[in-house]
């Protein structure tokens, strides 16, 4: 049994989490996204979600093989949302059902807490049984679905909202901290 390594992505990743991300445009709905990704380009967002917006971008590595990867993002662009951000996880097909992406929610979520994030959103493509089951797991709260929101694969999907509060502060609450790798590697230990 080989075990599994949980770590910041680099860009040296980025062609196997374009190969991971690019399995879910061509072969599912899971990304409303239709074409794939060039690894140059996923290289820059990943850059991006580290250095602009200072937030997490994970991987699981297993025998030296990405197996998946995770990050959290900016919810939405207009500054009173910055206590907000969203949650995103892609497993490599043959990694699903292994508590990859269980652990992924977790550390996610707990360098968002740490960070002083107020709320973590999800969206997710309904029906997806096993993303669904994830959100119940972690007690998230599906807030809203967006009806007939994309087109792919010639049929119109619904994207189901989850959100879940991870701090309670409402009065007044800290700017989050920019210091999400420090974060994680205290919850990661």
């Not at 497993?91 to 968002?112: C, H, P, R, W, Y």
């Amino acid at each position: 049994m080989s075990c599994i390594i949980y770590r910041p992505a680099a860009e040296a990743d980025a062609g196997r989490i374009a190969e991971i991300y690019n399995y879910y445009v061509i072969n599912s709905e899971a990304t409303y996204a239709e074409e794939e990704t060039p690894a140059a380009e996923m290289a820059e967002f990943i850059r991006d979600v580290q250095e602009r917006e200072c937030l997490p971008w994970l991987v699981a590595e297993e025998s030296g093989r990405i197996t998946g990867f995770a990050y959290a993002s900016k919810y939405r662009a207009r500054a009173a949302y910055r206590w907000d951000c969203e949650l995103t996880i892609y497993l490599d097909a043959a990694a699903t059902a292994k508590g990859v992406g269980s652990q992924f929610m977790k550390l996610l979520i707990e360098t968002a807490k740490e960070l002083g994030y107020v709320n973590v959103f999800s969206k997710v493509n309904v029906p997806n049984p096993g993303s669904e089951a994830l959100h119940r797991r972690f007690n998230f709260e599906a807030v809203g679905v967006e009806k007939a929101t994309g087109y792919k694969h010639g049929k119109w999907l619904d994207l189901r909202i989850y959100q879940k509060r991870i701090n309670a502060s409402f009065n007044e609450p800290e700017e989050p901290k920019r210091v999400w790798r420090e974060a994680f590697e205290r919850i990661n230990r």
